[in-house]
């Protein structure tokens, strides 16, 4: 795998200043700290899932990847509904079903074979 296909760390720091900016010190103000705890562990769940699984510490046939992609869209889907932001609440519900879904196909097929 090429460098290309990594993600750089100073790429991944100005992506997290521009969240923070625009998001949390808003978010701070309208939910307060345990608002924005939840949101940064949610998006810090999926976005560690996603760059393990870049980096191939993780593969899509493996129930790893799919439990922590659920349990940090069902983080962001909790602070999403407590926000009243029901657009984003929909769009993690739905992935955190999708990725339930995945992962309990994945145990069933690893219990039969």
Same mark, same amino acid.
């Given at each position: #795998?090429?460098? *290309? ?7 991944? $720091?100005?992506?997290?200043?521009? =969240? =923070?900016? !625009?998001?949390?010190?808003?978010? =701070?103000? !309208?939910?307060?700290?345990?608002? =924005?705890?939840?949101?940064? #562990?949610?998006f810090t ?5 996603? $760059? ?6 993780? *593969?899509?046939?493996?129930? +790893?990847?799919y439990s922590?992609? *659920? $349990?940090?869209?069902? #983080?962001? +889907?909790? !602070? +999403? ?5 029901? !657009?984003?609440?929909i769009l993690?519900? +739905? ?15 690893? *219990?039969?074979?």
């Open positions: #795998m090429g460098n *290309s296909a990594r993600i750089q760390l100073p790429q991944l $720091l100005n992506f997290l200043q521009i =969240l =923070l900016t !625009y998001s949390g010190f808003y978010l =701070l103000q !309208y939910d307060g700290l345990i608002g =924005l705890i939840m949101l940064l #562990m949610g769940v999926q976005i560690s899932d996603f $760059l393990r699984q870049r980096q191939n510490m993780f *593969s899509k046939k493996e129930g +790893a990847f922590l992609n *659920s $349990l940090g869209a069902g #983080m962001l +889907a909790l !602070y +999403a509904f407590r926000t009243n932001n029901f !657009y984003f609440a993690e519900t +739905a992935w955190c079903f999708g990725a339930l879904l995945t992962l309990t196909t994945i145990l069933r097929n690893r *219990s039969k074979g």
